[in-house]
């Protein structure tokens, strides 16, 4: 299985790239509304799924997001297709957050994603993500305060990871720490 990549953006797609590696081009899988993440020299993260009729790199800027792609796609009913547009919704932190606090809502407007696969995703995985040891994970109603200030998302994200408390304390103590940089 190829695991990771180190490798140029030859060419974007709809809903892909070329992935330059030495002399050979490989065809990584990629949600249409994530492709302009993708550009220039990268290291990528890979998920290798082989098909009688298909071989396809799913492909990750992080290997959290892929060790969060692992686990859903190891829930049934969720395909490495679905699995990939969940974990590039958002923040790979943001995501499991949403999904650790029972966000129906959040998971059910990816395209996609109806009702039933949300609440099983959400059933399945809530005590599992609570046990794992993540990279930041931030309150969500915290980082939406900050976003709608105008904050950049990562410059949220790194001002409320270790926060605690209420929502409301914890924008108030990250707008102090924002003010600071």
């Known amino acids: 299985m190829i695991g990771r990549l180190r490798g140029t953006v030859v060419h974007r797609g709809g809903d892909y790239v070329l ?5 050979v081009a ?14 220039g020299e990268m ?21 959290e997001a892929l060790e ?14 679905s699995a990939q547009k969940i974990v590039f919704a958002d923040h790979v932190g943001v995501v499991r957050a949403h999904i650790m606090k029972g966000n129906i809502a959040f998971l059910t407007h990816i395209h996609g994603v109806g009702t039933k696969t949300a609440q099983k995703i959400i059933l399945e995985l809530k005590g599992v993500l609570m046990d794992a040891p993540a990279g930041p994970v931030v309150d969500v109603d915290a980082l939406d305060a ?3 200030l105008g904050y950049k998302r990562a410059d949220a994200v790194r001002a409320l990871e270790g926060l605690s408390g ?16």
């Open 19 to 23: 992935f330059e590696v030495g002399a």
């Open 26 to 39: 490989y065809r990584l899988e990629i949600p249409a509304v994530s492709v302009a993440q993708f550009g």
């Open 43 to 63: 290291t990528l993260y890979t998920h290798e799924v082989v098909r009688d009729d298909a071989h396809e790199l799913f492909a990750f800027l992080t290997l």
């Open 68 to 81: 969060l792609f692992w686990k859903l796609i190891g829930i049934s009913g969720v395909g490495p297709r």
């Open 146 to 148: 900050l976003l709608g």
């Open 166 to 181: 209420s929502a409301e304390e914890q924008v108030r103590a990250a707008l102090k720490q924002l003010a600071r940089q």
